[in-house]
């Protein structure tokens, strides 16, 4: 399936970098990482299918689908080899990306995700009520999860009106992509130079989280960013953007 996506900066820079987005998002969210990193090289932001411009088939999805959505647009795209950073549902597509078509990644950073998420019954109730109700009925509750409670209330509206927007049949889907989603056994075979950003406040996927997958994937470390929650890279891009800059230089 070929994703809508955002294709920034020069062409002729190196290794490419693919950024995918969290459950209720579009390429919006990555604004501040798109801005800086793709001034120094080409920079592909993807709207998971079911969200933003993407195409919104009847689910419910997996993890492996999506994954294989993203490869088939960089197929379309001509890029063969590319850097991964994915943050939340993105992160595990990212995941997905490394043991599937481990050939394609040539680096890879993991944003407030996990192996396994927690509190499952939580995305399965979400999925209901997104169908029966739309997602506007949701956004408001999921957004306090993205940011702390002193996070700028401009900021904190706009991200609300990303995850209010998002066709409900896509979220739904994806919520039920999550609950399926288990790489804890698999993380030993990630061989990709591997960061991984948690936030110090994250309720979604709180840094332990974080521990188990830079414990299980060879030689991939771990960063806490301090005052942050779920949407780390939106609410403190001077500390993330800098990690995922300093990741790339030394990895790509």
């Known amino acids: 399936m ?8 020069p062409r002729d820079s190196g290794t490419p970098l693919v950024l995918l987005c969290s459950l209720g998002s ?21 709207d998971t299918r079911g969200h933003g411009g993407s195409p919104v088939p009847a689910g419910p999805y997996t993890v492996a689908e999506l994954a294989d ?10 890029i063969g080899r590319a850097a991964f950073a994915g943050l939340s549902l993105g992160g595990a597509m990212s995941q997905a990306i490394a043991l599937r078509a481990p ?8 944003l407030c995700t996990a192996a396994r998420f927690g509190n499952l019954a939580t995305f399965s109730d979400r999925a209901v009520k997104a169908r029966a109700e739309g997602v506007e009925a949701i956004a408001a509750g999921v957004v306090t999860r993205w940011f702390t409670a002193d996070a700028d209330e401009d900021m904190v509206a706009r991200m ?8 409900p049949e896509g979220y739904a889907s994806c919520c039920e992509a999550i609950v399926g989603w288990d790489s804890r056994a698999d993380l030993g075979r990630i061989s990709a130079p591997t960061l991984v950003i948690s936030g110090a406040e994250d309720p979604a996927t709180p840094p332990a989280d974080g521990e188990v997958l830079a414990d299980g994937i060879p030689g ?33």
């Open 103 to 110: 050939d394609r990644v040539v680096s890879l950073a993991l």
């Open 69 to 78: 959505d993203v490869v088939e647009t960089l197929d379309d795209l001509g």
């Open 220 to 252: 991939a470390r771990l960063e806490v960013v301090p005052d942050a929650a779920h949407l780390a890279s939106y609410q403190r891009p001077d500390v993330v953007t800098g990690l995922l800059a300093e990741h790339l230089k030394a990895s790509s």
């Open 160 to 167: 609300q009106a990303m995850i209010a927007a998002t066709p």
């Open 2 to 9: 070929r994703l809508h996506l955002t294709d920034e900066g």
């Open 26 to 46: 579009t390429v919006d969210m990555w604004a501040p990482q798109r801005e800086e990193l793709a001034r120094e090289r080409r920079v592909v932001t993807m």
